[in-house]
């Protein structure tokens, strides 16, 4: 029977087109494709078994081996730091993870930065090297609106076109890391299914190529 | 499968497997007290797995830990003599927070110390002895080797910066080429060094592909006796045997603080994490202001709770119920003839939460009856 390599998913638009770059390497699994309310999708004559996630959980299927292999953003990987392998840049959902604040605004250097965010982890590290000094303020959601009702000074958030922060009269200040799609490998899985990861490896990594 | 297999557990038994493989290997135990004093650890805080202890005052004032760690005790208790080698094993808990978590957990760990005047036979018997650890856990397992002597003086010819080394050997931690070659790039290095560097994220495996491939690479002095030393020890494996379990990875090791030659990671067919990790570790005694040289490893054994067991499918084979009257002495050979088959729970009533495969009445006159057989 051919080794089955588990692979999460990230639910989403960005988990439809990194499911388009497998199938592409020669990786498809046609029941993907169907209408259902099935959660695992597999197809062992190719031994790939699919499921979907939430993008943020991606990392932590795989650093734990329930799947082999998986597809997270760089700010995932980030502000978690699974200790997982990332094999490949897979050059989608290009955005970055900036700081943002209100267009007229000045940084207090006086007084402690109030910093508005979802990645705590980012955050924090990108102002430790700066030795700024700073108060974090962990948000779940709607960020934007935390500068704007004087919660925060600034924001760290992913920004992908920048509409949103200009239709609230935010703008980004400085750009932090630039973010993208990452191939991340279970440490143990790579060593007992090494081919076969190898093989989707290479698959996708032809894809990123040809796409330019 | 015998009842043994069935009472003992897969971490119970990884201990007395390893305890009589490091004795036959001259180790003697190294048992310590639950407590340390705290400033052992603060000195060396990098050297733990986290920086978090459990700290308390005892009854003289001083400031005491919950041990996190054994190796630093065993330095602490071990002599710098010239000629002299001091070989330990131990199996004792260890008190560390999670990952992703703020609660403590006990840790089971394993493991062995080999310190003093090192000779390169103690080096390959360390090494030999974590892959024989790992055989006697599993039939699928896998040693990863690196050289971190190696690996320094590779990244030390290449040119980056002091930070830019930091975040090279990062990337090589995590097999990622493509933030590598960023990193170069961006502080112009020669595609040259570039390209040697991406060859240690991208070899892995044989030790004699591996190193067939990165010794043409090699220019400086340091990095030849650096790999030298690695080859020698990688023939000493493949000589003794274990040639197909031992792999080269450099992505091995992420701490060139402590770390200065050998290091390894070993991992077993359905455990997501490696649950062997061990190296030389010179550079720690070197800062301690030691003048011995130091290589151990040590095994994560609550890991194996996660390795297949054949689970039962019962909790009791046999529950006897028996009235408040029933005579003491038919029930105690009664309950004695039916262990003999397997376990027996005697009781007044049916038991909640207990699953059982037979359900059984004594009556009055010593009569045994099935009520319920589930097969």
Redesign the interface.
């Known amino acids: 029977m051919k080794t089955m390599v588990n692979v999460a998913l990230p639910k989403g638009r960005l988990g439809e087109k990194v499911y388009d770059y497998f199938k592409k390497a020669g990786f498809e699994c046609p029941s993907i494709e169907e209408t259902n309310r099935k959660l695992i999708f597999e197809n062992p004559e190719k031994g790939v078994r699919y499921f979907w996630v939430k993008p943020s959980d991606v990392a932590i299927y795989v650093e734990r081996g329930a799947a082999d292999i998986g597809v997270a953003g760089k700010d995932i990987l980030l502000e978690y730091e699974p200790d997982v392998y990332e094999l490949l840049d897979l050059n989608i959902g290009k955005c970055r993870m900036a700081v943002a604040a209100k267009k007229d605004f000045r940084d207090p250097k006086g007084t402690t930065l109030r910093v508005a965010t979802k990645f705590a982890n980012i955050a924090g590290n990108f102002y430790a090297e700066k030795c700024r000094d700073i108060d974090i303020i962990k948000l779940n959601g709607s960020i934007e609106i935390a500068p704007i009702l004087g919660l925060s000074d600034v924001i760290v958030d992913i920004v992908e076109t920048g509409t949103t922060l200009k239709e609230n009269d935010l703008e980004v200040v400085e750009t932090i890391v630039p973010i993208s799609a990452r191939l991340i490998a279970n440490k143990s899985g790579y060593k007992f299914k090494n081919e076969e990861i190898l093989a989707i490896r290479k698959g996708l990594e032809e894809q990123v190529r040809i796409r330019g | 499968m015998t009842t043994d297999d069935k009472i003992i557990k897969n971490d119970e038994r990884a201990i007395f497997a390893l305890r009589a493989l490091y004795r036959q290997y001259g180790y003697s135990q190294f048992k310590m007290s639950r407590f340390e004093e705290y400033d052992l650890y603060v000195k060396n805080k990098d050297f733990l797995l986290s920086d978090e202890v459990i700290t308390f005052t005892d009854r003289s004032g001083k400031l005491m830990a919950l041990k996190p760690d054994v190796t630093l005790s065993i330095i602490k208790n071990s002599v710098d003599r010239e000629g002299e080698i001091q070989k330990v094993y131990y199996n004792e808990n260890v008190y560390r927070v999670a ?2 978590t703020h609660s403590f957990k006990e840790i089971m760990q394993a493991g062995l110390e080999c310190v003093g005047d090192l000779h390169s036979y103690d080096i390959a018997e360390v090494v030999l002895l974590a892959v024989k650890s790992l055989a006697l856990i599993s039939k ?1 397992y ?1 040693l ?1 080797i690196s050289h971190m002597g190696l690996v320094a003086a590779i990244l030390e010819e290449s040119g980056l910066s002091h930070d830019g080394k930091a975040q090279a050997h990062a990337c090589l931690h ?3 080429t ?2 590598l070659r960023e990193i170069c790039n961006a502080e112009g290095i020669a595609d040259e060094e570039t390209e040697k560097l991406c060859a240690l994220v991208e070899c ?1 495996g044989s030790a004699g592909k591996v190193l067939s491939s990165i010794s043409p690479l090699l220019t400086t002095d340091k990095e030849r006796e650096a790999f030298t030393e690695f080859e020698n020890l990688c023939k000493i494996i493949e000589m003794s045997g274990f040639a197909k379990a031992v ?1 080269v990875d450099f ?1 091995v090791g992420n701490d060139m603080k402590y770390y200065s030659g050998v290091v390894f990671k070993g ?3 359905g ?4 649950i062997l990790s061990g190296g030389q570790y010179d550079r720690l005694l070197k800062k301690m202001g030691r003048k011995s040289g130091a290589i151990g490893f040590a095994l994560y054994l609550d890991l194996l709770e996660r390795m297949a067991t054949t689970e039962e499918s019962y909790d009791i084979d046999t529950v006897l119920l028996h009235d408040a009257n029933a005579d003491t002495l038919l029930l105690t050979q009664a309950a004695d003839k039916l262990s003999k088959k397997g376990s027996v729970l005697i009781s007044t009533n049916v038991p909640e939460q207990v699953k059982w495969r037979r359900l059984m009445r004594f009556s009055d006159d010593g009569r045994i009856e099935t009520l319920e057989d589930n097969g």
């Open positions: 990952k992703g699928k896998v990863d995590q097999k990622n493509h933030e892995f792999r992505s991992y077993i067919e455990i997501p994490a490696s």
